[in-house]
């Protein structure tokens, strides 16, 4: 387990250009069925439970997700240009294998969330490339930086601020079985965040090759 600074942050502060109601095309991997990554969140959350609501957004199965690469918000995204980024994924995930990846050991508490290091990483990588390639097809400038990913699960989200020490603590005394999840496709889902839960409903799903 690793720690990052010394104090616990809300995380549910507006980011830039967020507000209540708006909407963001993001590409996610998701766990929908994967019973080994909801055995290990539901491990996580049992752990963190005693923290209290106040404390930590735990997350349910249904919403756990690695962020991948965001497109842009719905309402500056004509859905043709993200019909053209789908097309375009198609062709470029065509050319990615499916892989099988890992969860955790390591568990790391962020100032913001309780995180799962994915791993490998490269395959992953070589998803996300496949993406802003995609994304660069019909963009003439692809979103976020190339530099600085890394590949990540959130089991939960810090929803108020204090000491970290409790937290580490916690997770050190509460050690887990790591979790495999096998991944054959990328998903393109419209993402809101208005009731302090990343909740999306899905645009497409792109099968790895």
Same mark, same amino acid.
């Not at 100032?111 to 994304?135: F, Y």
């Given at each position: 387990?690793?720690?990052?600074? &010394?104090?616990?942050?809300?995380?549910?502060?507006?980011?830039?250009?967020?507000? &209540?109601?708006?909407?963001?095309?993001?590409?996610?991997?998701?766990?929908?069925?994967?019973?080994?990554?909801?055995?290990?969140?539901?491990?996580?959350?049992?752990?963190?439970?005693?923290?209290?609501?106040?404390?930590?957004?735990? %997350?349910?199965?249904?919403?756990?997700?690695?962020?991948?690469?965001?497109?842009?918000?719905?309402?500056?995204?004509?859905?043709?240009?993200?019909?053209?980024?789908?097309?375009?994924?198609?062709?470029?995930?065509?050319?990615?294998?499916?892989?099988?990846?890992? =969860?955790?050991?390591?568990?790391?508490?962020?100032?913001?969330?309780?995180?799962?290091?994915?791993?490998?990483? &490269?395959?992953?990588?070589?998803?996300?490339?496949?993406?802003?390639?995609?994304?660069?097809?019909?963009?003439?400038?692809?979103?976020?930086? &190339?530099?600085?990913?890394?590949?990540?699960?959130?089991?939960?989200?810090?929803?108020?601020?204090?000491?970290?020490?409790?937290?580490?603590?916690?997770?050190?005394?509460?050690?887990?079985?790591?979790?495999?999840?096998?991944?054959?496709?990328?998903?393109? %889902?419209? =993402?809101?965040?208005?009731?302090?839960?990343?909740?999306?409903?899905?645009?497409?799903?792109?099968?790895?090759?």
């Amino acid at each position: 387990m690793s720690t990052h600074l &010394e104090s616990m942050r809300n995380h549910w502060w507006w980011r830039p250009g967020w507000r &209540e109601g708006r909407r963001f095309y993001t590409w996610h991997l998701t766990f929908d069925g994967q019973d080994d990554v909801h055995r290990l969140a539901a491990d996580y959350r049992a752990a963190l439970a005693p923290l209290g609501p106040d404390d930590f957004t735990l %997350i349910p199965d249904q919403w756990l997700h690695l962020t991948m690469q965001g497109v842009g918000f719905v309402d500056e995204t004509d859905t043709e240009t993200v019909d053209a980024i789908v097309a375009a994924a198609h062709q470029r995930l065509a050319h990615v294998p499916a892989f099988l990846l890992q =969860l955790g050991p390591g568990t790391v508490v962020d100032p913001e969330a309780i995180l799962l290091p994915a791993q490998p990483a &490269e395959p992953v990588h070589a998803v996300r490339n496949a993406i802003r390639a995609a994304i660069g097809d019909v963009l003439s400038d692809v979103p976020e930086k &190339e530099t600085g990913f890394r590949p990540h699960v959130s089991v939960a989200y810090s929803a108020g601020d204090g000491p970290m020490a409790p937290v580490a603590r916690t997770i050190a005394a509460s050690p887990v079985t790591p979790a495999l999840a096998p991944i054959s496709s990328a998903e393109l %889902i419209v =993402l809101g965040r208005d009731r302090q839960m990343y909740e999306w409903e899905s645009y497409a799903t792109v099968r790895l090759g």
